[in-house]
């Protein structure tokens, strides 16, 4: 169909179901490499279904990167994922990287206030070997950045959040700063808190952050299960796990992957056959699986598809600065910290991970970065140094090698109060054709959780259709908690 409009005879039936085509499938297309679109390739790949994987950036990964510079291997920027990331988990164990991006014993956060007396800096959010909600209790009761009624109320307003019912549609429409100030939340306790994990999650603050979301984030990763929040993240380059050995087991799978391959057209004919175009060559396969940011879907479906396609467009997007410095000498003692009384969120010691021989490289990740995106390096280093040195006084006397900057203008969608009724399932009206990214109805907020549960779900929908099991994909989830 040379105008990308669904064939009349595949149209919607009266049930409002797409139309079927009349031989069963063993072929797909998927478009797009990162995390979703390498996530269903697999997952149909294992089901016996010949499947092309079409990237058009010269890697795979998507957004969870790495690059050389120098002697360095950079992450684009830090990648985290909680053990309640059970996709996630998944995804690592089936490319053969979970020992490189070992989880926490226990959930540990060192969280260090710059502006706060010298004894009284260092707080700790760690867990204890107790069920939900007190494996917290002990940690909240001493938290040195909160009042003792501070810390009161924020247990009454967890357990009202826990309270919350997620499948409240009312949830989405509502933002999560109101909903904490309504629940006797200070403007401290939502910095010291709230926010402290809200933003590194959600890529928003609590007043741009829809309860929705939110509240799956805290009942998900701190009031489900004592152990849910522990923290993992890779010790070795992403490039690593996402590129080189997600690579090795698409080829093991039998996936054909192309790379530098952008497509520029999809349509499917009277018979149910899609074609996708690319430079070249046009691809004739049974389902299509569009793992691409919501512009690039947008702009790809064929009309029909949606109902209101024009939705996607209204998902808004937020950014996140990466900040990277390179000093002659170790200055920070522990793996990681948060930090609050500073434009500094969260730091890493990336120096054995980016195989750095001398001194220490630290990234900080900083989220909801919408004031900052777009400042001059020069700019951001006269912020940033002096707030390390701040922070950590071993930098005070420390020579900077190197620093620099990675900016991610759309790293995520906006996690906006409404943004629910506007994510997509993996399911589209046009038939064999299905939807993966963060972006669409995970009911997760934009994270490389988010991002393989929605692969796993276009997968589990596609094999349906084909005429294979996909239900035990389903069960993924749960076999990696």
Known sequence: MSDGTLPEGLAPDASGRPGTPSASGTSAVVVGGGLAGITAALALADAGVRVTLLEGRPRLGGLAFSFERGNLTVDNGQHVYLRCCTAYRWFLDRIDAAALAPLQDRLDVPVLDADAAPGRRLGRLRRDALPVPLHLGRSLATYPHLSLVERAKVGRAALALRALDLADPALDAQDFGNWLAAHGQSARAVEALWDLVGVATLNAVAKDASLGLAAMVFKTGLLSDPGAADIGWARVPLGELHDRLARKALDSAGVRTEIRTRVTSISID???????????????????????????????????????????????????????????????????????????????????????????????????????????????????????????????????????????????????????????????????????????????????????????????????????????????FEEAA
Request: proline letters at 7%; a negative charge.
């Open 270 to 476: 009277e018979n149910g056959i899609w074609s996708v175009q690319v430079p070249g060559e046009r691809i004739e396969t049974d389902a299509v699986v569009l793992a691409v940011p919501q512009r690039e879907a947008h702009g790809l479906l064929p009309a029909g598809a949606l109902d209101a396609p024009e939705r996607l467009l209204e998902i808004g997007t937020a950014p996140i600065l990466n900040v990277h410095v390179v000093y002659d000498r170790k200055v920070l003692g522990r793996p990681f910290f948060a930090a609050l009384g500073s434009p500094v969120q969260w730091v890493f010691d990336r120096t054995e991970a980016s195989r750095l021989r001398e001194g220490q490289y630290l990234a900080l990740s900083q989220s909801a970065a919408q004031d900052e995106i777009d400042e001059p390096v020069a700019v951001l280093r006269e912020r940033y140094l002096p707030e390390l040195e701040r922070l950590l006084p071993g930098a005070r006397d420390a020579e900077v090698k190197d620093f620099f900057v990675t900016r991610e203008r759309t790293a995520t969608f906006a996690p906006t109060p409404g943004v629910g009724r506007l994510r997509p399932s993996a399911r589209t009206k046009a038939p064999g054709l299905y939807l993966a990214g963060a972006w669409t109805a995970t009911g997760w907020p934009a994270t490389m959780e988010s991002a393989v549960r929605s692969g796993v779900g276009a997968a589990a929908a596609a094999l349906g259709a084909l005429g294979r099991s996909g239900a035990h994909l389903l069960d993924l």
